[in-house]
Nanobody, 125 residues
Framework: QVQLVESGGGLVQAGGSLRLSCATYGFSLEHYGIGWFRQAPGKEREGVSCISSGDGRTHYADSVKGRFTISRDVAKNTAYLQMDSLEPEDTAVYYC??????????????????WGQGTQVTVSS
C-alpha cells in the first residue's frame, strides 16, 4: 500500500530553520520522484521543490531557491526538505507527493499520484 507521511513542521521565528521529512511506504525512491508542495489558507497548492528518481536531479521554485534544500535517503525510503532563512510568507501546510520516474520532476500538482496528510509550518515575524 502506497503511503507518504510528513513530519517536522512547527512554529519558528523568521530567519529560523526547519527540516521536514517524508517517509514513504509501498514504493521505491529509485523509481519514483518526490515533490514538496505547500498550501496557504485561501491559496492553491503550489510546488516548492522536487527530486527525481534515478539521478536525483532537483528543482526549486524561485521563491525558495537558495533557502531550501531537498534531499533523499533511498535506503531509508525518506525524502527531506531543509528550510533555512524562513520567512512569514513560507507559512503553509507542506505536503509531499510521489511521481513515477518516467515523468521526471515537474512542480505541477496534477502530475503527482499520492500525497501525505501534510505538516503545518508557521513562521512568525
Amino acid at each position: 500500500q502506497v503511503q507518504l507521511v510528513e513530519s517536522g513542521g512547527g512554529l519558528v521565528q523568521a530567519g529560523g530553520s526547519l527540516r521536514l521529512s517524508c517517509a514513504t511506504y509501498g514504493f521505491s525512491l529509485e523509481h519514483y520522484g518526490i515533490g514538496w508542495f505547500r498550501q496557504a489558507p485561501g491559496k492553491e497548492r503550489e510546488g516548492v521543490s522536487c527530486i527525481s528518481s534515478g539521478d536525483g536531479r532537483t528543482h526549486y521554485a524561485d521563491s525558495v531557491k537558495g533557502r531550501f534544500t531537498i534531499s533523499r535517503d533511498v535506503a531509508k525510503n525518506t525524502a527531506y526538505l531543509q528550510m533555512d532563512s524562513l520567512e512569514p510568507e513560507d507559512t503553509a501546510v507542506y505536503y509531499c507527493g510521489n511521481i513515477w520516474g518516467g515523468y521526471g520532476c515537474p512542480l505541477t500538482v496534477l502530475r503527482y499520484d499520492s500525497w501525505g496528510q501534510g505538516t503545518q509550518v508557521t513562521v512568525s515575524s
